[in-house]
């Protein structure tokens, strides 16, 4: 039975359960990356330049009289200076992934996320976005300032230039990405003239799009959330993996300090606690806590560290590109390099230049004249006049060269064998051409059943070739 009394005078009712709101998203604190000038950052700055040159400068380039890098979609023909590949060439492109993964690996093995810090177009393209934010609205403290500051004039002029900036130099990326696929000179003349088709025009301000808001506002979420190579790079990590290191028994317990103090009484280590190193983190992370899945290996931690340790006259290389085992043992440079060859390495290295010399090696030994014969499935074989015996074929041949093929057509393989048909012909300049072949042999040259035969198509040129193809010819039985 329910208690209904009243509660006793100046009780309190008795309070529900308290609600606690539990997220599991952080909230992103936007990074203002600080400049920085040092060996690892001129490094950087030259792989910017020099993917960025061969990037927007390739598609210009011209090679007999053509786009020397074209991957026409339309026409099903991808031009890479002299080599022309059709869609059945495709294993090369499968090779060379297979190459670039087994590369990534083993850079990966010897030092770290050398590929994210230096060469990913992630970085590169931050890199390139932040030095127009930087050219625009000042260095650190300057952005900082205008990001906190009211609504002025000033704040806006500097926001809308810097966002035209970003806008162009996205949309020029993504015109010169298109350009790959649709000759740039046409592309060009198309956007002057207002004639852009609706997937260029879609490709375009998508792959521009992309560029401007990864590298202009999701930066280090790239690299955190979205790059899976993040997540497993541990796995290729061993104790003689090179990875930017902060030395914590040099620089701990760490403390501001004047020029002048004697580290042995104040009992401080190395570190003078100024935090620049998280001031140029590009992810914002602090070096000090140890290996972090969000580092990209950049290296501006240990280019701003070396400058402080200058300025209160202490060595550099608090913050460096050092092994496990080196740090740990005290290891001078010359050692940690002679533990790079190492079973892992030597592995990936090997099967890596096999694979590279097994790649380039049937590039050079390919013959750019194709033929595919195909036997005439309705008629297995017929009898004509005076009792020959005929079988019919359709060739399909196809010439990757761009100059015209003078061919002669010669099948071999039974006696008495002749070619009911042309045997010269020519095929165009990167063209096709289906042609339908009879051959005869003399009655009772051959017994019943099927034979091999083989059909040549020989070049007469000024490079000879010579191209192979078997078949089979049917006797029929008596």
């Not at 015109?175 to 000759?183: A, K, N």
């Not at 040099?250 to 401080?268: C, I, M, T, V, Y």
């Amino acid at each position: 039975m329910s208690d209904t009394r009243p509660p006793a005078s100046g009780a309190q009712p008795a309070a529900g359960p308290e609600e606690i709101e539990i997220t599991f998203y952080a909230d992103r604190h936007k990074i203002y990356p600080r400049s920085v000038a040092g060996v690892f950052t001129n490094w950087r700055w030259a792989t910017v330049w020099l993917t960025q040159i061969v990037f927007y400068g390739l598609p210009w380039l011209q090679w007999n009289n053509r786009q020397a890098v074209l991957f026409d979609l339309e026409e099903r023909r991808f031009y890479l200076f002299n080599l022309i590949l059709y869609p059945h060439d495709l294993i090369y492109l499968t090779g060379l992934l297979v190459i670039s993964a087994l590369a990534l690996f083993l850079f990966t093995a010897v030092a770290g996320r050398l590929w994210c810090g230096f060469a990913c177009p992630q970085t590169v393209y931050t890199e390139i976005y932040l030095w127009m934010e930087k050219l625009v609205e000042g260095d650190r403290t300057a952005r900082m300032r205008l990001d906190q500051s009211g609504h002025t004039l000033e704040k806006y002029g500097k926001k809308t230039l810097k966002q035209l900036l970003w806008i162009a130099f996205g949309l020029w990326t993504g015109f010169t990405f298109v350009g790959y696929f649709t000759p740039i000179d046409q592309l060009w003349l198309a956007v002057w003239q207002a004639e852009l088709g609706p997937w260029q025009s879609f490709w375009i301000l998508f792959y521009g799009f992309a560029t401007y808001g990864n590298a202009g506002y999701m930066r280090e979420l790239v690299c955190k959330h979205m790059c899976p190579y993040a997540r497993f790079q541990s796995a290729m990590f061993d104790r003689d993996t090179l990875v930017v290191t902060y030395d914590a028994q040099r620089g701990e317990p760490r403390g501001r300090r004047s020029r002048q103090a004697d580290l042995s009484l104040l009992k401080l280590g190395s570190c003078v606690d100024c935090s620049l190193c998280v001031q140029v983190c590009p992810t914002g992370i602090d070096i000090r806590k140890g290996l972090q899945y969000e580092c990209i290996g950049c290296g501006s931690c240990a280019d701003v560290c070396d400058q402080v340790m200058d300025k209160v006259g202490y060595p550099k290389g608090l913050v460096r590109f050092t092994t496990q085992n080196g740090l740990e043992q005290g290891w001078t440079s010359a050692q940690m390099w002679r533990r790079v060859l190492r079973p892992r390495v030597l592995a990936y290295g090997a099967i890596l230049l096999l694979i590279t010399v097994a790649l380039f090696t049937s590039l050079y030994l390919r013959t750019p004249l194709k033929l595919d014969v195909i036997r005439d499935s309705t008629i297995l074989s017929r009898v004509v006049q005076q009792g020959y015996v005929e079988n019919v074929y359709t060739l399909r041949m196809l010439n990757a060269t761009e100059q015209e093929q003078p061919l002669r057509l010669v099948v071999h393989g039974l006696p008495g064998l002749q070619v009911i048909s042309e045997t010269e012909f020519s095929l165009a300049p990167t063209g096709a051409r289906a042609l339908a072949v009879t051959v005869r042999v003399p009655p009772g040259s051959s017994a019943p059943g099927m034979h091999p035969i083989h059909f040549e198509v020989q070049s007469l040129g000024a490079e000879p070739m010579t191209v192979r193809q078997d078949s089979v010819f049917m006797m029929p039985r008596q």
